[in-house]
């Protein structure tokens, strides 16, 4: 080639010598993590219909709120469950150092000692928690009547993820930059989003009001966990996140069930809330180089938790999860997988699939603090 004289700012970018210089690398930046699905780990096991159901259990209860107010002379006391006493029960109202014996009981009416053991009687209010600390039973009397809890069936459903793929015979037959097989590139994308969805199913999903279990016309859809949480719900009316507010919500959960609360998830601006509880009690040397400002773990004396984040969770809420009664499961056969289809012409077309449900077990051992500040 003979020389020419040209530099090759000569004719810009269309100089036919210069070859083009392309990295190999794609660069993706579109959020596709999935945090609680990555906490929660790969499930042991699969359902086998579309409606996956599960069974609950509960002990027969030691506590009731009085229906009314006593003074300290009453022995005939209302309250709103009498079916879990007993004869012969020890009864002790919250806030009172006062302990009572059941002596006999008619429906919702319980006839007491009032002072029992030579405590001081209390008068007692409305709403007030009376709680059994235990039953003494008769020497040689009879053995009581047998009691029992039913067991309560809960269910899910199951909800298909898909995602098709089409990539035509000249595109496959090409080089390309950055990857080596196109349809292969688009399965992995295709699965990302899919997963990020499933994420995102799992914490806010939820089932359509009729006809759940889906139809020709009705799609399926699971319950989230979100819209599952009923029990423990903590309202915080606009209030920021607090230490008090979160110890509060642990405090409830850990009164109302067995349930171990291990993780904690929220957004971005609450997970900043979180960081800011060591603010006040932390210092700073002057010789350092690193500003740390994180709680990944947060320790209670109702649990120690990890604090997870992910974007998915709304921007006013706190999920505060027992990890070991979430399971996100396939449908047996249905885990997320490429499923080839017959081409109309020049390209290869399939979709990427999966079928996947949530069991959210004892929905009382989780909570949700609902309504925060997000300013």
Not at 253 to 277: C, E, M, P, Y
Request: net charge negative; glycine share 8%; charged share 20%.
């Amino acid at each position: 080639m003979p020389f020419t004289g040209k530099a090759t700012y000569s004719a810009g970018a269309t100089l036919p010598e210069i070859a083009e210089d392309v990295s190999d690398v794609i660069g993706i930046v579109s959020p596709f993590e999935t945090p609680l699905l990555d906490h929660l780990g790969d499930p042991q096991r699969s359902v086998t219909s579309t409606v996956h159901e599960w069974l609950e259990d509960e002990l027969i209860g030691n506590t009731a709120t009085v229906d009314g107010s006593f003074s300290t002379s009453a022995t005939s006391v209302d309250v709103m469950d009498g079916v879990i006493f007993r004869v012969g029960d020890q009864v002790k109202a919250d806030g009172a150092s006062e302990v009572m014996l059941v002596t006999a009981i008619s429906g919702d009416t319980l006839t007491v000692v009032r002072g029992y053991g030579g405590t001081t009687a209390e008068a007692m209010v409305d709403q007030q928690v009376v709680r059994i600390i235990g039953n003494a039973a008769l020497e040689g009397d009879d053995a009581p009547s047998a009691r029992f809890t039913n067991r309560t069936r809960r269910q899910n459903y199951t909800q298909i993820f898909t995602a098709g793929v089409e990539v035509s015979g000249t595109q496959l037959a090409t080089n390309q930059i950055g990857l080596a097989d196109e349809l292969d590139y688009q399965k992995q994308e295709r699965l990302r989003e899919l997963i990020r969805d499933l994420e995102n199913s799992v914490i806010n999903g939820v089932s359509a009001v009729s006809n759940p279990e889906g139809s020709a016309t009705i799609r399926r859809s699971m319950n989230g966990i979100i819209p599952q949480l009923s029990t423990n719900q903590v309202d915080a009316v606009g209030a920021a996140l607090d230490e008090d507010t979160l110890n509060a919500a642990l405090r409830d959960i850990w009164s109302a069930s067995s349930g171990n609360v291990d993780t904690i998830v929220v957004n971005g601006l609450q997970k900043r809330r979180i960081n800011g509880f060591v603010t006040a009690t932390r210092s700073f040397d002057s010789g350092e180089t690193r500003f740390r400002d994180l709680v990944s773990v947060y320790e209670s004396d109702f649990g120690v938790c990890r604090v997870v984040l992910s974007r998915w969770v709304p921007n006013d809420v706190v999920l505060l999860l027992d990890s070991s009664r979430v399971d996100v499961l396939p449908l047996a056969g249905r885990s997320f997988h490429y499923k080839p289809l017959a081409a109309n012409g020049d390209k290869d077309v399939g979709q990427v699939i999966g079928e996947y449900t949530l069991e959210l077990r004892n929905e009382n051992a989780h909570g949700v603090i609902r309504n925060l500040s997000v300013s």
